[in-house]
């Protein structure tokens, strides 16, 4: 696929350089069984480390070796790594055939003992010149075991967080900005594509918060963080596919293939619930693989009634990089196949196309919604001009409704063209919610139309508003 091409390619050597300074590290590991006193890990053999940086789903307790070689001087070095799921890491120093604690870090370590306040893993390491200075690391792995580790100078480090901050500062803020115009226009047009993009837009947002580690500050030491990254991702995918059928209107057109989507996300409750009693992330890997299907299938349908649907190019063009790259990070993460960061900045950037596309293509088919709900009404209108008389209306078979556009016995006062619609709806029994979605005003504005159609009728409720205009269209 497509997306392979952004793949980066590791061995268990790494090498970073600068204009002063050159160093290179090793990681080896192994998965610890049962418990282990640090004094015999020194005993044990380390393997080398997947080109990957991760073990894929196979969660657990490992002692990872980090072998850092520094050719120039005596230097701290900043060790972090940008992923959300490691509970704790104890650090230690080979000293003289013994390990030395240095200090922990992680999402179970509070805030105030953190060596390095940072949303990720974070921790110093003390490189001496021209001699092989050895760490060892005891992480736990409550889900995946994904650790991207990086190795920089300070400086490195504080311009590494300064553009991340910035990076992430213009996305989030934009995002937020999306996300409050989507909730205004919902509660403006009372169309529910808004509110269910709301949903979709708000649920990715605190994705990405728990990805990028911003939201572990208020989890630490909690182990309900990883239970609300569980809850996130399965309503992430259920606000995403009620945006899709409503956005594609596939209900009606596939109305047995709609429900047969809703098999997935309770196929992905189904492998959660599993998980949460085994604590096998293996099951979190197969429903997150299960749920991310959703994306390519409506992609799909999107792109196959591109000529049947006018707004569905949007969809397809939306889509376009986020499916390829969501499938790309939510199969990395679990099954180690290829490196992945927490930064996700290219996700991010896709995410970017589609907000700012989908914003536009809500907009575009309610707006074709509206011409086509306004085509009778503007025919409507050249009879009104052309002073066409109640006797002309009736001769011309036309909807009897429109004979209330003209002076009428039954009326103090014509109707106007919104309120012939309003008044039909009202004698359906339909609802002022239904209505108002309908003719997309807002509620103020049918209750205000409803008071005038009870004025010029002279009626006090539906029920006589009935009575009075059945019998005229009838």
Same mark, same amino acid.
């Given at each position: 696929?497509?997306?392979?091409? +952004? *793949? ?44 990957? &940086? ?19 001087? %005596? ?9 959300? *799921? ?13 390990? *030395? ?57 504080? %311009?590494?967080?300064? &553009? ?22 919902? +509660? ?112 799909? $349908? ?32 679990? +099954?180690?196949?290829?490196? $992945? ?134």
């Amino acid at each position: 696929m497509c997306f392979l091409c +952004f *793949q980066n390619t590791f061995t268990s050597n790494f090498e970073q350089k600068t204009d002063t300074l050159k160093y290179s590290y090793t990681l080896s590991f192994f998965k610890e069984s049962k418990p282990l006193a640090p004094k015999n890990v020194l005993l044990q053999t380390f393997k080398t480390f997947p080109a990957s &940086k991760s073990f894929g789903y196979k969660n657990g307790n490992y002692w990872i070796k980090v072998e850092l070689d520094n050719n120039q001087k %005596n230097e701290d070095f900043i060790a972090y790594i940008p992923t959300h *799921q490691i509970k704790k890491i104890d650090i230690f120093k080979e000293d003289n055939n013994q390990l *030395q604690f240095k200090t922990s870090t992680g999402n179970s370590i509070q805030k105030k003992q953190l060596e390095i306040d940072y949303q990720y893993p974070t921790f110093k390491l003390k490189a001496f010149k021209n001699k092989k200075n050895t760490y060892y690391l005891y992480v736990s792995f409550p889900k995946e075991t994904n650790f991207p580790i990086k190795i920089i100078n300070e400086n490195e480090f504080v %311009n590494y967080v300064i &553009k991340k901050s910035a990076f992430n500062n213009l996305y989030y803020g934009t995002s937020v900005i999306i996300i409050l115009l989507n909730i205004f226009l919902f +509660f403006k047009f009372r169309e529910k594509t808004y509110l269910f993009y709301f949903l979709f837009l708000t649920s990715l947002l605190f994705k990405l918060l728990l990805i990028d580690g911003y939201l572990i500050n208020n989890f630490r030491g909690n182990d309900n963080y990883y239970y609300l990254e569980l809850i996130i991702h399965f309503f992430n995918e259920i606000w995403f596919l009620l945006f899709s059928i409503s956005f594609l209107n596939i209900y009606k057109r596939y109305p047995k293939f709609t429900k047969l989507l809703f098999i997935l996300p309770i196929l992905v409750l189904f492998f959660y619930i599993i998980y949460l009693i085994t604590k096998n992330y293996f099951f979190v890997a197969l429903s997150d693989s299960i749920g991310i299907c959703l994306f390519p299938i409506l992609w799909f $349908v999107g792109l196959i009634n591109i000529k049947k649907i006018p707004h569905a190019i949007f969809y397809v063009i939306g889509y376009l990089l986020i499916i390829p790259f969501a499938i790309y990070f939510i199969i990395g993460f679990p +099954f180690g196949l290829w490196e $992945v960061r927490g930064d996700m900045k290219i996700i991010k950037i896709a995410c970017w196309l589609d907000i700012i596309v989908f914003t536009y293509a809500i907009s575009y088919r309610m707006k074709k919604k509206l011409e086509i709900a306004n085509k009778n009404t503007l025919e409507l209108q050249q009879l009104i001009d052309q002073k066409t008389t109640h006797s002309e209306i009736n001769n011309k078979n036309i909807d009897p409704f429109f004979a209330l556009l003209t002076d009428h016995e039954i009326l103090s006062k014509p109707l106007t063209l919104r309120e012939i619609e309003v008044l039909k709806l009202l004698i359906l029994g339909h609802s002022n919610a239904v209505i108002s979605d309908q003719l997309f005003i807002s509620l103020n504005t049918l209750k205000s139309h409803i008071r005038n159609i009870y004025l010029k009728t002279g009626v006090k409720s539906r029920k006589e508003l009935k009575e009075k205009i059945l019998p005229l269209i009838s």
